[in-house]
Every structure is written in C-alpha cells, then in structure tokens.
C-alpha cells in the first residue's frame, strides 16, 4: 500500500530521474547519510505539502525586525536575532487572527418582510439552537422568592438570593454548587467581589462577605440597611446605597471605608454602575437620576428622569456608556444620550406598571413589566423619536410568575435570567451576548491556575478611586492651550483672565477703535504736548485727592472742631508751617528777581538760636 501511494503523488516526465527512489534502493541518498529508514509515504507527500508560515525558519524576517549586528558574541546575537524575529512573526498572524472577529454575533432572521421575530417562541428557538446552546433554557422552582440573581464577569458562575433568606452560588453550566445559605432574615441584594470566589449579600441590617463555601468573613457594620450593592473590578470597590439615603465605597483590597455620601434624596433602591468609567447612578424616589464619584462630595450629574419613582436604571456597554435606559412604576421606559442630557432619545409605556430593564453585551434592550418579557434591538432603540409609541419588538416572552424582579444578561451567552416571585426563569436571546471574549479580562474557560494569576494581576493593576470621573479618557492627557491669548508688548502669551482691560477689551472685539487711535497719537506726539499731559495729571490729582463716601459729611465736621482746639502743640506745628512758607516765597521771589538776597550777618546766628 505504501508503495501505491508512493508511485502516485504525482505526474513527472518519464526521462526525469528520481534520487529518492534510487537512495531506497541502496544508492548514496538521505538515508544512507542518515541512518535512518527511508518513508516512502513521507517523501510522496512532501513534494505536495507547504509548512505553515509560523513554522518557517528559513523565510526571511518580516520588515522592522530588529538587528543585532553590534553584538560581538555569535551565540548571543544569533539568540537575540531569532527572538526579535519570532516576536515580529507572532505580531503579523495576530493581525491575521484579528480578521475571525470580524464576525457578526448572529441573531434570528427572518425569510421575507412580513415575518417576524417576536413571533417565535422559546420552544422553537430551543430546537433551532445548537444542543449546548439549547442548555441555557432553564426553569428554577424556588419557594423563598422573589428572587434576584448576579453572573460573573465571565458569565460561568451565577449567585442568587430570595427575600426570605435563600441564598446560593453555583456553576450554572455544570450545576456545581458552591453553598448554599438559609440566612433567616431579609435579603435585598447579591454581587460578586473579583470572581467567584467572594461574595457580598445585603442582608436586612449589614453587609456580609461570604466566601465560596459559604462561611461569613466580614461584617460591614458601616454599611446600615443596604438596598443595592455594586462591585467595581478595576477598583477593588463594594458599593452599597441603603435605606439611610448613604452612598458608601468599601475597599474590598485593604478592607478601608473609602468615602460616603449623603445623598439628601432619601431612601434608594435602585443602583447600577457604568462599567465604561466605573461611575454609580442612583435613581431615586422623586424622579431624579444621579451620577456619583468618590472624588466628588455633590453628584457629578443630577437628571430629572421621570415625574414619579424610579424602579430601574442601566447602562448600554455595548457603546461606551452612551446609552442610559430608566424605568418608573409608572410603567414609562425612556432611553437617554449620556453625552448630552437635552432630553431623551426615545420613551413608551410598558403595559403591566412597573418595569425593569437591562441591556445586553451586543446592546439589546429587555424590559419586564407585568407578566412579560419584551426585548428591542440597537437600531430601533437608539434613533432618536418623539413620539410616545412603542419601539420593534424583537423578542417578547410570557412569565406568569409576578412580580418580575430582576433583568441579568449572561456574559458571552445567548441568555436572559429574570428573577420572579416562583424562582428563576432563562430564555434565550440570539445574538445578545459577545462571542469574542479577551482572555486576559474574563475567561470563561480559565482554571484555578489561571484565576489565581489573574487575581494578583488586577491587584498589581488597581487603579485609584481618583481616577474616577465622568470622562475616562482625561486621565494621562496634557492640558490643552488656552484658547484665548494674546502677546502683551509682543514678547509672552498672556491668558486671557490676565490681561489689561484694553487687552481683554480688544481680544473680544469690543474695544473702542477711536480711544486707541487718539491714544497712539499722544504717545506719538508726546515731546510736543507736556503741557496737555500736565493737565490731565493735575486733573487725576484732584480727583483722586476729592473726598468720596459716605464719610465725607463726618470728616467736614471733625475738620471744623478741630480748628477750634488750641494746645502748645498745634500752636508750634502751625507756626512751623507758616515759616516754611514765607521762605519758600522768598527763595520763590529771589529767583525771579523781585527781591534781593539779604546779606548775613554775624547776628543771624541769634536769631537761629531762638528758634
């Protein structure tokens, strides 16, 4: 058989000669040189096969490589050669593999336009799904409801918590429990800290910090009757809003109370955070939508969103953080523009009163109101529109089990969990999660190995809580020019709040060109008009030297009762004065010629003497 196969890898001209054949028949070749067995299946295939472009040492390297033709050692240089070499090489096929992300994330399609996506139900779309897909669809019957539930970053783990007191972790792929906790009192919240391995529930008078096993850490006793909690991953921050109307940071690295705000709107229940620029919004019980710092004692933004109380509120990830989606109980879902607050993009009325929303990794919308689930696609929701009607539906699906409590996409997952008052119920969503996930930032594949790296990665990597604002991109850029500056005396660029009135006057195009030009023709006629300037002194003089205010009546009188005063001291000081002043009209009479100099005498020292 290997010599069938050899024979008829291919066609050669009948007079060529061929060595390989000639090397397996005993003659000098490969073989014989090496020692080794001749392949004839090997040699029939390497005529009509191409290594890879990775694994080509002999190709020349790609442009840009860098040399080390400086490097005396041969040994060094050619080491140092092929890494540069091969890290060139690695940065050309990462370009290639960029191109598989190119891809669309899928979604139901319709045949024709007059179908419609929000007509299937989840049975079809269960049997239209791969099996392991088709594993999403999910019913939990749990009698401690209702109930809220929280994913991970990579969407493996799922931790959810009943009102009663239920409280469970677990791998929802696997069906592997972590723990499971009957806590006897209320609970209104759960999150993961940095994964899976931590947890935080807001129990009816603290915040407890629970591990994967379920054994209690921590007590927050500073966090008082928490509502909603919020953790941030590149910040290491536990962020919990309660009924004492607190907004409070935790460092969950250093185990610090970080800050705490005073809110002055009262008790709030709702919370979520822009995973963009790691800002928290409240929505509160008058309407108000506020977007919080720790660096900033005041709301960085205040947003009257709705005229009733707020029931939920989140952020799009898919854009940035440029779409916000609140809902009131009065049932009204209104989608904002984050980069200008001038009005909302779109808003409509969900039937069933109060609603929940939450947006998905690819920018879905789901809304629940009632006893159903409505799902609406990017395009529809983010197209500014005025009127009050209801955007395309994409997908709509019926849960009898009221109140529908909580909205949560899975990370990199086709899936929609919505907590109710009976449990949990997943549907599938085609097209709502990424299916390109970095590895680096969550991996829903990693293993113990690689989690623990990671953990000690984001720790080396935390960025402070100053870094926090409403702009991400500020941070680490230079300060820009000033826009409005102008060269005093043509020398430096003087700011604009620097400036001499006229320079402010005539930077702004409201100086007065007349007073200019007749000041220009002073300066220039400046020898030939002392007189002129000495006029406009003395007249400065005189107002400067002319009482103003409201003492002037008071001073006039003091000035009058202080004439009449009479003491030895006052007596001297004025004869002084009148002294002075005759003989400066002497000196002033002698240089005119008026008067003679009076010759001394040898008595005038008398006279001195007696003054």
């Known amino acids: 058989m290997d010599s069938l196969i050899a024979k008829a890898d291919a066609i050669r001209p009948v007079t060529k000669k061929r060595k390989l054949e000639r090397s397996s028949r005993g003659k000098a070749g490969p073989s014989s040189r090496t020692g080794k067995a001749f392949d004839k299946t090997a040699s029939s295939i390497a005529h009509n096969t191409v290594v890879p472009k990775s694994l080509r040492a002999t190709d020349p390297p790609p442009e840009g490589t860098r040399t080390y033709k400086h490097i005396q050692n041969r040994k060094l240089r050619t080491e140092l050669t092929r890494q540069s070499t091969h890290a060139a090489r690695a940065k ?85 429990m972590h723990s499971e906790l009957h806590l006897q009192e209320t609970c209104r919240d759960i999150t993961f800290l940095h994964d899976h391995s931590h947890y935080a529930v807001a129990q009816k008078k603290y915040v407890f910090i629970y591990d994967r096993d379920g054994v209690e850490l921590h007590r927050l006793k500073s966090h008082v009757e928490p509502t909603r909690l919020e953790f941030l991953p590149y910040h290491w921050l536990l962020a919990s809003v309660g009924n004492t109307g607190y907004l409070k940071y935790q460092d969950t690295s250093t185990g610090q109370l970080l800050v705490e705000h005073r809110t002055k709107l009262g008790a709030c229940n709702v919370m979520t955070q822009n995973t963009h620029n790691a800002v928290i919004h409240l929505g509160h019980q008058n309407g108000t939508v506020t977007l919080w710092t720790p660096n900033l004692p005041h709301p960085a933004v205040r947003l009257l969103a709705h005229l009733g109380p707020l029931s939920s509120v989140s952020v799009d990830p898919s ?17 904002w523009d984050c980069r200008n607050w001038k009005g909302e993009v779109r808003s409509w009325t969900a ?59 899975c990370p990199f997952q086709d899936i929609l969990t919505v907590g109710h008052a009976a449990g949990l119920s997943s549907i599938l969503v085609p097209g709502s999660g990424e299916p390109n996930f970095d590895s680096a930032e969550a991996d829903p594949f990693e293993n113990r190995q690689a989690r623990r790296e990671r953990e000690v990665r984001s720790l080396l990597d935390k960025i402070q809580p100053d870094a926090i604002t409403l702009d991400p991109e500020f941070i680490g850029t230079l300060a820009p020019p000033t826009k409005l500056t102008t060269a005093v005396n043509g ?45 406009r002194e003395s007249k400065a003089t005189k107002e400067k030297k002319k009482m103003r205010g409201k003492n002037k009546s008071l001073k006039r009188y003091l000035r009058k009762h202080r004439k009449n005063v009479i003491d030895p001291q006052t007596v001297a000081v004025r004869a002084k004065l009148e002294r002075e002043k005759e003989e400066r009209r002497q000196a002033r009479a002698i240089a005119s010629g008026q008067e003679q100099p009076k010759k001394p005498s040898a008595l005038d020292r008398f006279k001195k003497n007696k003054t």
């Open 491 to 535: 020398k430096v660029d003087t700011p604009y709040a620097r400036l001499p009135r006229l320079e402010r006057l005539r930077v702004s195009g409201k100086a007065d060109e007349t007073e200019a030009a007749g000041s220009s023709e002073e300066e220039a006629d400046e020898g030939d008009g002392n007189k002129d300037e000495h006029a």
């Open 319 to 335: 854009t940035g953080g440029r779409y916000m989606a609140t809902a009131g109980k009065d049932g009204t879902v209104k989608v």
């Open 92 to 176: 050309e096929l990462l370009k290639d593999a960029e191109l598989l992300l190119q891809d669309e994330a899928g979604g139901i399609q319709v045949e024709d336009e007059m179908e419609r996506t929000w007509r299937l139900g989840q049975t079809d779309i269960t049997s239209g799904a791969g099996e392991e897909s088709a594993k999403g669809r999910k019913e939990w019957r749990l009698d401690a409801g209702p109930y809220r539930c929280r994913y991970t970053r990579n969407g493996r783990h799922l931790a959810i918590v009943g009102n009663k007191g239920h409280v469970s972790t677990f791998d929802w792929q696997t069906g592997t």
């Open 351 to 409: 039937r069933g009163g109060e609603a929940d929303v939450a947006w998905s990794q690819r920018g879905m919308l789901a809304v629940t109101s009632g006893g159903t689930v409505n799902v609406y696609n990017k395009p529809s929701i983010q197209t500014p529109f005025k009127g009050v009607t209801q955007p395309p539906l994409y997908l709509t699906h019926p849960i009898p089990h009221r109140p529908l409590t909580s909205t949560r996409f």
